[in-house]
């Protein structure tokens, strides 16, 4: 057994590190880890004003501040009923074009292309590609320039309120903007050959699910009132959480989400995949020169699509600027009266689809939700390296691992300061693992493993459930009971999920009965519990991330005594509760 690890991952935003244990030639576990402690941004915006909120929640991350700041604006206006002109719109989306160049151009110069060009940084680079350098800080400065024009500052600025602008930038401004976006068009061009052209390595590539905003109309943008998923599924914004169904995870700050319990990316990639037949003009021309099958399945490709969508956005600003203009009026603050409402707020950050939700009652933000970009992306960040880790390790070639695995996190272009922010603690309901098994049975077949030792007290309730279970015609349940059947239990089961059957002191009331994610309960020391390696051994990495403990908190393991009244109360409800919903789905047959 041994751990591969990038410790502190270099050239991201924020401070992380990846990590590969490997048994023999088996990854059984890879771990994105977030070290920074969580922002408390959400708890500290409750009870403030609507104008408050809008300064501070953006305040969780400097990297990407005006994708933040629109998001909310978008959120607050909704529930507040203000319905901004359009003049105000075309403004906040060529404010958001600068970030979205700023952003793009430096990871895709700075950051990642050291990697592919056989340098540990863009100042080692700099002697040779001095070129590619000087385009990066360009662009660089470029969108810097547009962001702070518009917001008053580089970095959180204060410009954009509820209802519109505090000013306005002046003709010339935009003017300026507007010929210095066609003056750099030769310099995007180069761009996107460069990165388009990369000989990007073909281990990572597996499908995936990608998310990203609709636009509507037909258009390519950066913000919309759906979520589109490029399995054809279209969410509303409002119901987001059908999506994200985020989750809280023992090695990082940052939450993670699975859509259907699957992992799903966002970004770059997943805008260009979902949207990228609507791309118009040289960007359309582009896409249709360069796109092909590996787009959709290498997430390495995100460094080409950030240079497509540079193209896009110098494209763009143009037009957005042609429009502003001719409108000659200058909108003043749209006021407002409402006190109570809610509303959610889509907009694509440079790194994927960011999402805040907010309710007002009485003037004041009563609840605050918000979703990030990398949060989204850390399942799929940890598969593709997993697929990569294993892949390499199968031809031999872990030397490799480490720097692969580097690479593919990168290639995500992570924002982790902004993925680590509070979750809120909560009493969980008492019949909560009821819907969280309800869930997973109905997008799983998952296998049942009671396990335990029917000669110590409550340690037997694994081996009762499963051999009720078993009397009342439940298919494929297995007991912890001989190596041979734990033999056939593995060669019958491969690759399924596994809900585990077993008594779990998780410092709860006796009997109380809860419903965890395996990797959890392995990981977690403060867990009173531990698993024979002849029961996990043979999980393979895949089928550990979605199998579960259904677990009774154990009155006594006391040798020689018999199960306790109130586990064996716990008992009868689990069995109730599989039994019906086994029926529900024909897949039970009942004896009784």
Not at 323 to 340: C, F, G, M, R
Not at 429 to 439: A, I, R, Y
Request: hydrophobic fraction near 35%; include cysteine.
């Amino acid at each position: 057994m041994k751990t591969i690890s990038v410790e502190h991952l270099c050239r991201v935003e924020g401070n992380g590190g990846i990590s590969a244990t490997i048994d023999g030639k088996k990854v059984t576990e890879v771990k994105f880890n977030i070290y920074e402690g969580p922002r408390l941004i959400e708890q500290l915006t409750i009870g403030r004003t609507p104008e408050e909120d809008v300064s501070l929640a953006p305040r969780i991350c400097a990297i990407c501040t005006l994708s933040h700041k629109n998001a909310v604006l978008r959120a607050i206006e909704k529930a507040l009923s203000v319905k901004v002109p359009k003049k105000t719109i075309l403004m906040r989306e060529l404010m958001h074009m600068g970030e979205i160049i700023e952003s793009h151009s430096l990871h895709i110069f700075l950051l990642a292309l050291p990697d592919y060009l056989g340098y540990p940084n863009a100042i080692a680079m700099a002697a040779k590609y001095d070129l590619e350098v000087k385009i990066g800080l360009e662009m660089k400065n470029f969108g810097n320039h547009i962001m702070k024009t518009i917001s008053g500052r580089y970095i959180h600025g204060e410009n954009p309120v509820i209802g519109g602008f505090g000013k306005f930038p002046d003709k010339k401004d935009l003017l300026w903007i507007k010929s210095r976006a066609q003056q750099f068009m030769p310099f995007v061009l180069k761009t996107v050959s460069l990165f388009c052209e990369l000989d990007y390595p073909e281990i990572p590539e597996d499908e995936t699910l990608y998310a990203c905003c609709d636009p509507g109309n037909g258009k390519f943008g950066f913000w919309g009132e759906k979520i589109l998923l490029s399995n054809g599924e279209s969410i509303p914004a409002d119901d987001y959480k059908k999506l994200t169904n985020e989750f809280v995870v023992s090695h990082s700050y940052a939450k993670h989400s699975l859509y259907k319990g699957k992992p799903y990316s966002v970004g770059a990639l997943a805008r260009i995949n979902n949207l990228g037949e609507r791309l118009d003009g040289e960007a359309g021309r582009k896409f249709k020169k360069y796109f092909n099958e590996h787009w959709k399945k290498n997430p390495l490709y995100h460094n080409a699509a950030q240079a497509l969508e540079i193209l896009y956005c110098f494209e763009r600003i143009p037009v957005l600027v042609k429009k502003i203009l001719k409108d000659e009026n200058t909108p003043k603050i749209i006021p407002y009266s409402v006190k109570e409402g809610k509303g959610t707020g889509l907009v694509e950050a440079p790194r994927g689809l960011l999402i805040h939700h907010y309710e007002i009652k009485n003037g004041l933000v009563s609840n605050v939700d918000i979703i990030t970009p990398t949060a989204q992306n850390a399942e799929d960040i940890e598969r593709y390296c997993y697929i990569a880790t294993q892949k390499l390790l199968d031809e031999g070639q872990e030397e490799k691992i480490r720097d692969r695995m580097d690479l593919v996190v990168r290639a995500f272009d992570p924002c982790i300061s902004c993925s680590a922010h509070s979750a809120q603690v909560r009493q969980g309901k008492t019949d909560e693992w009821k819907s969280k098994l309800e869930t997973i049975l109905t997008h799983e077949e998952p296998a049942f493993l009671g396990i335990g030792n029917f000669r110590q007290g409550d340690d037997a309730v694994g081996i009762f459930i499963g051999k009720q279970l078993r009397d009342a015609g439940q298919k494929n349940v297995w007991l912890e009971s001989s190596t041979n059947e734990m033999e056939s239990f593995w060669k019958s089961n491969a690759g399924k999920p596994v809900i585990f059957l077993d008594a779990i002191d998780f410092q709860e009331k006796p009997g109380t009965v809860t419903f965890l994610p395996l990797l959890y309960a392995l990981n977690n020391s403060s867990l009173v519990h531990k698993f024979s390696p002849f029961v996990t051994g043979p999980l393979k990495y895949n089928q550990l991330k979605k199998s579960y403990i259904l677990g009774i908190q154990p009155a006594s393991l006391k040798r020689g005594k018999t199960i306790s009244p109130c586990v064996k109360k716990a008992t009868r409800e689990v069995l109730e509760t599989l039994k019906s919903r086994q029926k529900k789905n024909r897949h039970f047959k009942d004896k009784e």
